[in-house]
């Protein structure tokens, strides 16, 4: 069995300062660190007011910070050969290259901490990461996160709750304006809110979050995700149109979001298709609450169950998987798997398994062997250590 495990935070912001310290001749005045999310149950709820669940993962972004003195910004990547290079004059929608472009993200978190009273002077940064990119476990939010905390290290400002909050919104607006890719805020809120050993419940019409507990080593479980890599864009329009259709049902039922609607009020709704999008959502939102129910009470068969349906409600109604994601789900479910889903935005990326720690090994096998099989390529697997969220490090020179 190999799972992808990575190098501890500390570890990996001293190895991003010294790549800093080579390229441009002087440490980082800090490292920003934020982590990529896999989310448990509760998926295309955030744009529709609802209910989700998503966990941190120990895979992060690392964001090595300098001011340069003047106005320019320049944006490296250990994953990129380019760099981008321009001017905080011409920061906007379209900057860093525009939809779809790795330094749209960059470039647009600092636009949007400017728009927000976080105003930056002209800066060095060079980022790196662990998250794996396109698998649908939020490598952007991560790397949003990442450069919105450092960046604010170096305004002196305090990373409290409050900035955590408005840094959130920044970086959505980053992604939404500048990076174009039409995101519902669940990646951004769990990269900097998550706290160590717990998932995240958000809830997007009140605008709140709760830590809930997972206590999954006590009980002898992990998160085991699978990355199909079968590569997923949230700018192929797949996501915005899953959103319009759901935009469109509220509309059809005279409700200003799915929140609102009721699963009777769903099933009225004469076009089949609305009514399958809509029915997705209203049941997600009441599978979150059961999940937390579940969680709380210890009830792992149940958290399991919930998440086999949502599965397939993702499969049949939102008709957001794919035949490498229902394989992953199905392999791990048979080889002992108390439930498994596929996870993030769908239409390729990671599936989401909860695994008894002695049927790891046997998950992992049954996965590859089904893979390997339907001639698919090889899957890579990671577990998911519920981790904490957004923070700084200051690695010491040398
Ligand atoms: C992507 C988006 C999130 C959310 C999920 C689906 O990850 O960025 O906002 O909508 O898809 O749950």
Redesign the pocket.
């Known amino acids: 069995m190999s799972l992808l495990d990575p190098d501890s935070r500390t570890t990996r912001a001293a190895a991003v300062a010294r790549s800093f310290a080579k390229r441009h001749g002087v440490p980082p005045q800090v490292v920003g660190v934020a982590p990529g999310?896999v989310?448990l149950i509760?998926?295309?709820?955030?744009?529709n007011a609802g209910l989700?669940l998503p966990v941190a993962l120990p895979h992060a972004t690392f964001a090595a910070v300098r001011p340069t003195g003047d106005q320019t910004l320049r944006i490296s990547s250990a994953q990129q050969v380019e760099p981008w290079v321009g001017s905080l004059d011409d920061l906007g929608p379209g900057a860093g290259g525009g939809s779809g472009s790795w330094a749209a993200y960059v470039a647009g978190v600092v636009w949007a901490l400017g728009q927000a009273g976080l105003g930056a002077p002209g800066l060095d940064i060079h980022v790196d990461s662990t998250v794996p990119l396109g698998a649908?476990l939020?490598s952007?939010?991560a790397l949003e996160c990442a450069v919105a905390v450092a960046v604010t290290s170096v305004l002196g400002v305090e990373l409290d709750t409050v900035t955590r909050q408005r840094l959130v919104v920044a970086c959505v607006r980053a992604?939404t304006e500048v990076a174009r890719?039409p995101?519902?805020?669940?990646?951004?809120t769990v990269a900097m809110l998550a706290q160590p050993g717990t998932a995240l419940l958000i809830d997007f019409r009140e605008d709140c979050t709760q830590a809930v507990p997972l206590h999954l080593g006590e009980s002898g479980h992990a998160l085991l995700v699978t990355d199909t890599r079968v590569s997923h864009a949230?700018t192929d329009g797949s996501?915005g149109n899953r959103?319009a259709e759901c935009r469109a049902a509220a509309q059809a039922l005279g409700v200003p979001t799915l929140r609102q609607a009721t699963l009777a009020d769903v099933e009225a709704l004469a076009d089949p298709v609305l009514r399958a999008r809509a029915r997705h959502v209203v049941t997600e939102i009441d599978r979150v609450q059961q999940a937390v129910a579940a969680l709380e009470a210890g009830d792992w068969t149940r958290v399991g169950t919930l998440m086999d349906a949502s599965h397939r409600s993702m499969r049949d109604d939102f008709e957001i998987s794919c035949t490498e994601l229902d394989l992953a789900v199905a392999a791990a479910v048979r080889a002992g798997a108390r439930g498994a889903r596929m996870?993030?935005?769908?239409f390729g990326g990671s599936s989401v398994a909860l695994v008894p720690r002695d049927r790891l090994a046997a998950v992992t096998a049954s996965i590859d062997a089904a893979f390997t099989d339907a001639g698919y390529a090889v899957a890579s697997h990671l577990l998911a250590v519920p981790s904490g969220g957004a923070g700084l490090e200051h690695p010491a020179p040398g």
């Open positions: 999310r989310n509760g998926e295309h709820t955030d744009y989700c649908g939020s952007s939010a992604e890719a995101t519902g805020g669940m990646d951004q949230l996501y959103r996870t993030g935005g769908g």
